[in-house]
Nanobody
């Protein structure tokens, strides 16, 4: 069955960096659009970043503004989100997603 298993995240000070990872299995990863989506307390889900199957068609939420990078490793069926210059408003639960499948969620907390 489809599995998206996330790792990474945690607590970081403003201006710091974190890297999220997502291990995918149970589907044809090489053609799947992969997304990172977040949900902050009291807010709706918002798209953080997406990447096409070939590593093309990369898109970011407007709030990213060059701070985050999405990437994928086809050999190992992994997708990553490198987050730099983190702000307190980036605090949220982050999810790896493809079509209707979701990872378990990873908490990112940006606080001094």
């Amino acid at each position: 069955q489809v599995q998206l298993v996330q790792s990474g995240g945690g607590l970081v000070q403003p201006g710091g960096s974190l890297r999220l990872s997502c291990a995918a299995s149970g589907f044809t990863f090489s053609i799947a659009v992969m997304n990172w989506v977040r949900r902050a307390p009291g807010k709706e889900h918002e798209l953080v970043a997406s990447i096409g199957g070939a590593g093309d068609n990369v898109n970011y939420g407007d709030f990213v503004k060059g701070r985050f990078t999405i990437s994928r490793d086809k050999a190992n069926n992994m997708v990553f989100l490198q987050m730099n210059k983190l702000k307190p408003e980036d605090t949220a639960l982050y999810y790896c997603n493809t079509v209707s499948y979701w990872g378990q969620g990873t908490q990112v907390t940006v606080s001094s």
